[in-house]
Nanobody, 124 residues
Framework: QVQLVESGGGLVQAGDSLRLACAASGRTFSSYTMAWFRQTPGKDREFVAA???????YYVDSVRGRFTISRDNAEATVYLQMNSLKPEDTAVYYC??????????????????WGQGTQVTVSS
């Protein structure tokens, strides 16, 4: 069982930066593929970025070049550095984990464990 706890959300202005963190429990963090999703009211959860157990990364087009996903296996933490934030980035951001030594997926059903979410609000 893996427990995920997100932190780092908040209220910022357009153009600002935020760094989200997701701390994981368990001793097998390094073998998991980790991802960030986001959700706004009335919409489906949207894939944002993922990093595989062997450090392959993938981003949705709308954040590529502005967001960076990274992981620190020693700290069992995955990060999402968000730069040049836009009002349309406003959402609840969720951390997710899947499998052991599995690849990246954009689909939320592929992920086994989820955090509780952290709110990011970007004002114009």
């Amino acid at each position: 069982q893996v427990q995920l706890v997100e932190s780092g959300g908040g209220l910022v202005q357009a153009g600002d930066s935020l760094r989200l963190a997701c701390a994981a429990s368990g001793r097998t963090f390094s073998s998991y593929t980790m991802a960030w999703f986001r959700q706004t009211p009335g919409k489906d959860r949207e894939f944002v970025a993922a990093i595989s157990w062997n450090n392959v990364t993938y981003y949705v087009d709308s954040v590529r070049g502005r967001f960076t996903i990274s992981r620190d296996n020693a700290e069992a933490t995955v990060y999402l550095q968000m730069n040049s934030l836009k009002p349309e980035d406003t959402a609840v951001y969720y951390c997710a984990a899947r499998g052991r030594q599995t690849g990246i997926s954009r689909y939320q059903n592929a992920y086994d464990y989820w955090g509780q979410g952290t709110q990011v609000t970007v004002s114009s």
